[in-house]
């Protein structure tokens, strides 16, 4: 079992940047694929962009494609999720999640364990 604990969100204007966090205790992470999840107020949760256990294989919606980038450190036992270029409408609640696979999925049904999120408000 494996639990996640991000970290990294705050309160931003428009334009800025932040890194999230994504840090494993218990087993370790490189056993694991790893996606990142946002939920807005009233809204499903989404998925955002996602690693595979060995790193090498990326994936991300088209809407944050250029803007944000999924990495890990394996050997921190840390993924974490690069923001840039921060809109208004990123505004949610980010989750990460480990999927006991080599490959991610973009469903939040095939992940295995969650963190407890960290609120990301941007500002216009």
């Known amino acids: 079992q494996v639990q996640l604990v991000e970290s990294g969100g705050g309160l931003v204007q428009a334009g800025a940047s932040l890194r999230l966090s994504c840090a494993a205790s218990g087993r370790t992470l490189s056993s694991y694929a790893v996606g990142w999840f946002r939920q807005a107020p009233g809204d499903e949760r989404d998925f955002v962009a996602a690693i595979s256990k060995n790193g090498y294989s990326t994936y991300y919606t088209d809407s944050m494609k250029g803007r944000f980038t999924v990495s890990r450190d394996n050997a921190k036992n840390t993924v974490y999720l690069q923001m840039n270029s921060l809109k208004p409408e990123d505004t949610a609640v980010y989750y990460c999640?480990?999927?006991?696979?080599?490959?991610?999925?973009?469903?939040?049904?095939?992940?295995?364990?969650w963190g407890q999120g960290t609120q990301v408000t941007v500002s216009s």
């Open positions: 999640a480990a999927r006991n696979f080599r490959l991610p999925s973009y469903s939040k049904s095939e992940y295995d364990y």
